[in-house]
């Protein structure tokens, strides 16, 4: 096998390993929703000027009309984050790393609406699926039930990415992917900036690492992966390998939380999972 293919391929699986760890770090960080995110921010923030600095990648946005676009495209990525945490905090890692990676089936269901494309019949099959998936892996339909609470915030969050993805599709042609990714951090920290007044900040000093470890390793480092990854790998064979990210996640969370999953978790995930390695499998034919 070509030594070349087998760097960039041990890249994107690297890049969904760290990824893959905003379940654990998310879970376990003991500090208010909002702020963790806040620091993600910030953090993830520096850490890309000075990659971009490094790199010599142009941050000059071109066109006025982009500035709406980005600011949209920031406050999506922050509910995305934010709902995603809250799916972690009221569930279980497995729950909320599953329900989130419905969002390959809900960009299929909705591009359509955003681009002059023909709507394919099999996305209905592929939405029920999903649906079943999600019906598996919540054993009561109870509103004050954490874990159902649990899968709607996970599946907000997986349409408030999905839906970020399919608006800033147009600008990855004009933009580099990693000064997209810099000014959504830039836009999610102004946004949050006003938690920082009235949640509570006193575990800060003894979260820090894990802050750290969720800006350098999750956001920055594991998002840059990924995006490096598409000059060598089509959008679909990136999306079949990235499937590893909830076998990664619920790895780690059972290494690290001794988060068992359940025969719930496991066969609901398994569907969820099916469906989006049919829709990948089928996008690259």
């Known amino acids: 096998m070509d030594k070349s293919y087998i760097k960039q391929l041990s890249g994107l699986m690297l890049a ?36 971009c600095r490094y790199k010599k990648i142009n941050l000059t946005i071109k066109s006025a009309k982009d500035y ?22 009221l569930s279980n890692v497995a729950i909320g790393i599953l329900t989130l990676y419905t969002f390959p089936i809900i960009i299929a269901l909705l591009e359509p609406l955003f681009f002059k494309i023909k709507f394919n019949p099999l996305y209905i099959l592929l939405g029920f699926m999903v649906l079943f998936g999600l019906f598996i892996l919540t054993p ?20 408030c990415y999905a839906i970020r993805i399919l608006i800033m599709k147009k600008h990855v042609a004009n933009y580099n992917g990693t000064m997209l990714m810099f000014y959504q951090t830039v836009i999610i ?21 894990y802050l750290l470890l969720l800006a350098l390793i999750t956001t920055a480092i594991g998002h840059s992966l990924m995006l490096h990854s598409l000059n060598y ?48 499998l089928r996008s690259k034919r």
């Open 68 to 89: 709406k676009t980005f600011i949209i495209g920031g406050v999506l990525m922050a509910a995305h984050w934010i709902t995603y945490f809250y799916a972690l905090k």
């Open 233 to 280: 790998f089509s959008a679909a064979t990136a999306s079949i390998i990235s499937s590893l990210q909830p076998i990664f996640g619920i790895g780690l969370a059972y290494l690290f939380l001794e988060e068992i999953p359940t025969m719930h978790t496991f066969w609901g995930g398994s569907l969820i999972l099916a469906t989006v390695l049919i829709e990948s």
């Open 140 to 159: 009561e339909f109870d509103l004050e039930s954490s874990q159902l609470k649990g899968v709607l915030f996970g599946v907000f969050s997986a349409f």
């Open 189 to 209: 920290t102004i946004l949050l900036l006003p938690v920082l007044f009235f949640m509570d900040l006193s575990g800060l000093e003894s979260q820090l690492p």
């Open 16 to 51: 969904s390993f760290f990824i893959s760890t905003s379940g654990v770090l998310g879970k376990y960080i003991a500090m208010p929703t909002a702020v963790i995110i806040w620091f993600r921010s910030i953090l993830a923030m520096t850490f890309l000027f000075i990659f």
